[in-house]
């Protein structure tokens, strides 16, 4: 009998632990949340959220650029005859240059040219032109100075053992007609020095060489 009194009471004990779970055990925390009031809820008007304060961004400063200097060389263009010195000076006026003149002693002026003699015609020197490109020779340009026009110019040397060099070159490359001789034969005795000339300059000085075969624009150092 007494063991079935034992029974009852765990058996009792048991359902009043189940039952009353929620008060026995710990339960978990609850987070509340946060209540909304309606009555606190406003609409702005279009104006009033155009007068809201936005929020400012600072621009970066531009960086200030160096102008990068252009570079300058000196160079002399010459030598000229009487005549073409002042030919020479109106062509160097109209590119808005301008130079100082160099007058030299006849020794001092002489001129050593490598050329091939005058072609009979304009086309005629172009298409050779192009051929001694073909061959390897790219410094030369057709003549178009009356007394020479359509000669092939390659070059002037105040040395003459340099302009014997060039010919040599031009011969052992297939060049035939080539001469040297001396260009000026002492009647030229002037030059033009040019300072802070820009690589553009330069290049409009360049296109004026066929113009004055005689004359040679070399690189000098500048006093």
């Not at 400012?56 to 000196?74: D, E, G, L, Y």
Request: charged share 20%; net charge positive.
């Amino acid at each position: 009998m007494k063991q079935l009194f034992w029974v009852l009471a765990l058996f009792n004990l048991g359902l009043f632990a189940y039952f009353n779970a929620e008060f026995i055990l710990p339960s978990k925390p609850q987070t509340k949340l946060a209540e909304i009031d309606p009555e606190k809820i406003k609409i702005l008007s279009q104006a009033q959220i155009a007068s809201i304060p936005k929020k400012s961004t600072v621009s970066a400063a531009p960086v200030a650029t160096q102008a990068t200097p252009i570079a300058t060389s000196c160079f002399e263009w010459g030598i000229f005859t009487d005549t073409n010195i002042t030919n020479a000076q109106n062509a160097i006026s109209q590119l808005a240059l301008q130079a100082t003149l160099k007058q030299q002693t006849q020794q001092q002026a002489k001129r050593f040219w490598v050329y091939k003699p005058p072609l009979k015609s304009t086309q005629e020197a172009q298409t050779k032109a192009a051929e001694l490109k073909a061959l390897g020779v790219e410094d030369l340009f057709v003549v178009q100075e009356k007394k020479w026009k359509n000669a092939i110019s390659f070059g002037i040397f105040e040395d003459e053992q340099l302009a014997i060099k060039l010919l040599n070159e031009l011969k052992a490359k297939g060049v035939k007609d080539v001469v040297k001789a001396l260009r000026n034969q002492g009647k030229g005795h002037a030059s033009l020095l040019f300072s802070n000339l820009t690589e553009t300059d330069v290049a409009a000085l360049e296109k004026l060489k066929p113009d004055f075969p005689g004359a040679e624009l070399e690189e000098v150092s500048c006093h």
